[in-house]
């Protein structure tokens, strides 16, 4: 297993436009989460899943925003008509039990033009 | 609603030196688990170590250390004999029952040779 993967790792986008980052977590974990994270500053909380089911979305979370985990497996984050308040970089993680902590991914970095 | 301050936005330590970087939370919870995560430029988010709330003694990882003052929410990372690699921001972050874990905005860290 080579820990939690994202793609793509940087996206260039115009304004407008909608983008998709997927991530595969480490297989034998049930919970997968989104952060984003802004220059200088701590990851934020935007959603999570245990298996297929979303469980918990934050207010950061904008209609223009949705995340999808098929099967339980891997998961997809979706930005619909983005703006340049959307660039950052986008973290995923996953866990088994989530009070061993998180294993995060490289992160996806959106910068939105 | 959980809270992590870290106070100190940059520290330095001279290599082979020791440092502590300060970490304040806030949470209505008796239960929660406390960790500190490092970001090394460019890299992923590592787990340094973590601390559950209900243990009296103080998490060690090697060169790692916590000093876990559950009374006044303080929860400090000490970094003994320290390394070049150790460069990075560092992140303080709870998680209570919910699963999610909220952070802090950072600590960057810097190592002089």
């Not at chain 1, 436009?17 to 919970?31: A, K, L, Y």
């Not at chain 1, 949705?66 to 996953?94: H, N, V, W």
């Not at chain 2, 990372?77 to 919910?98: E, H, P, V, W």
């Amino acid at each position: 297993d080579t820990g939690v993967s994202q793609d793509p790792r940087h996206k260039i986008t115009k304004r407008g436009q909608n983008v998709t980052f997927r991530c595969d977590p480490i297989s034998e974990h049930n919970r997968l989460y989104w952060y984003r994270q802004t220059l200088g500053q701590g990851p934020e909380f935007l959603t999570y899943f245990q298996n297929e089911a979303q469980l918990e979305k934050s207010r950061l979370l904008s209609d223009r925003f949705s995340a999808e985990r098929p099967k339980g497996s891997f998961s997809t984050l979706e930005i619909q008509r983005t703006e340049q308040g959307d660039s950052a970089m986008y973290l995923c993680a996953s866990s088994f039990l989530s009070h061993g902590g998180y294993t995060f991914g490289s992160g996806t970095r959106l910068t939105v033009v | 609603a959980q809270t992590v301050t870290q106070s100190q936005p940059e520290m330095s330590v001279q290599e082979a030196e020791t440092v502590t970087l300060s970490c304040t939370y806030d949470t209505s919870e008796s239960d929660y688990y406390l960790f500190w995560y490092k970001q090394p430029p460019s890299r992923q988010m590592i787990l340094v170590i973590r601390q559950e709330a209900y243990k009296q003694q103080n998490a060690t990882e090697n060169r790692f250390s916590v000093n876990f003052q559950k009374a006044a929410k303080s929860f400090s990372l000490k970094i003994s004999d320290s390394q070049l690699g150790d460069a990075a921001m560092y992140f303080c972050a709870t998680m209570n029952r919910d699963d999610k874990i909220i952070f802090g905005k950072g600590t960057r860290l810097h190592i002089l040779p």
